[in-house]
């Protein structure tokens, strides 16, 4: 879950959901608002009319019957009742008032009581999607002396209007349940649909440090995406060209090399001199190693051979059966037990790079293997004097070695690490170096789980 929060789906898809849930709470909000306001002007208008029918029905009935009258006509809300005694009227009309003399007409005295009724501050329950709540009541609810044009003199009562029987019965919970789960939903598929095109341009950017012979990305999706999908392939083209006349440049060049240094070799063979000849032809090998690894190096960046899969143990035993056969001193121990996707010749430089450094400068290759949560991991170890810390970065740059002397018999020409980790790149693995505790340099290889066959 972490993980997938840290992701852009994550972040987008929480920052839609919360997002849509937070308008949606405020439009619900102002919603109730403006319904429970509509609700008591209704209620207010429809209590004027009432009580305009309500007093002049009155005046109409007889004076004997007007009791019983109001006895069977009057309704929870509004009351009209006879007064009994003197009452405090207030200055001023209220607007209920005032609406309901403009109503009546001259002919009618209103007179608004200062006193509210007790009814008024009973707190109300109100049922929203936010659940209830208790509120006094905020429309009409006052009382008003009415007098009659047969002077007789009423009171009308204003109040509250009786609780819905319907109110509670709406299943908020289940409503507010299904409402975020459809939006959960739909953010969900906007986020997806969103990083879906990043996600795809990242797994292509992948497969391009891999194999820069991977097809082209399909010119779909938006104009944009298109747009972008166009320029990454565009971007692979000109790398696939570059890399293609630069490894045509160094094979054309190594190629004619080769006739001039014969040509040299085979003078050097009149030289008189045999202690002069020998350095001659130690300096010409070395030529001809230099240029060998040279086009090697620039091959190790050159995707062109097909990946396929392997069985990786069987490929590391030829590599260390070659070696000794070679009569170098290399110990295999372990197996992987897996099936990888890769290049075999490709991979077969790595590891022969990596077990001829370690007989060159420690004597012997001690390479171990072993599979790890469906990665494998190779262990060179030789008995050499190892690296310092402060240069172990750096013996993976071209040309670079440890050994200050240019002689072959101390060391070659500095670029077997950096190929063995260009290929080991290509596999999506790692190289890295260490010196070991008990003495001589360790070397590990990792290839990852994504290259193991299914």
Known sequence: MKAFFGSMTGRVFLTLLLGIVLSAALTQWLADAERQRVIEEYRDMHALERAEQLIMAAEVVPASARLAYLAVANRPGILLEEVTGAL?????????????????????????????????DVPRTQSTMFGETKAPWRGVCESIDVRLRDGEQLRLSVLPPRPSPFAGKTDYRTIIALFLVSIAFLAYLVARMTTRPLKQLAQAAKDLGNDINHPPLKLAGASEIRQASAAFNAMQARIRQYIFQRTQMLAAITHDLQTPLTRLRLRLEKVSDPELQERLVGDLSAMQAMVKEGLDLARSVDTTEAMQPLDFDSLLDSVC???SDAGQHVVLNGRAAMALLGRPMGLRRCLVNLIDNAVKYGQEAVVTVERMAGAARIHIRDAGPGIASAEQARVFEPF????????????????GLTIARNIAEQHGGTLALANHPDGGLLVTLVLPEYYAAK
């Open 321 to 323: 059966s070659d070696a």
């Open 88 to 120: 405090a009227h207030s200055n001023a009309h209220s607007v209920f008032a005032a609406a309901l003399a403009q109503r009546l007409g001259r002919a009618y005295q209103l007179a608004s009581i200062s006193a509210r009724p007790a009814a008024c």
């Open 400 to 415: 670079y070695r440890v050994e200050s002397s240019r002689s072959r018999e101390s060391g070659g020409t500095g670029l």
